[in-house]
């Protein structure tokens, strides 16, 4: 398949006018969401940067993109009425269920905290 063709069957797929309401919070959540990902996504290409082209890594830089992610992820958090300190225990929990002595690659794929 040509380009040219996969591009005009992809877009018999394209939204043209959405058929739904969007709500001021709904609208928030995912810039919310698509921030957690920019930012995520600057922290990784830092890394790459760093390691993989060798330019060095920066750790205030790193700490200030974690920085942001951490905002969108209490934006979220808080946009979603969750509390982050609950949030922390229950992933500590579920980590702790996966591998109660510290990771294990054969914990990693035994998961008992998900059910089959």
Partial sequence: MDASTYQQ???RTLIDS???QITPEQVMLVWCAVGLAGEAGEFCEL???GIFHQHGFDRERAA???G???WYVAALATRLDLDLSALM???IEKL???YPAGYSSADSVRRVDVEA
């Fill in 9 to 11: 069957l992809a877009a």
């Fill in 18 to 20: 959405p058929d739904f």
């Fill in 47 to 49: 890394v790459k940067k």
């Fill in 64 to 66: 200030k993109e974690l």
């Fill in 68 to 70: 942001d992610v951490l």
């Fill in 89 to 91: 225990a229950a992933n």
């Fill in 96 to 98: 702790r269920q996966r």
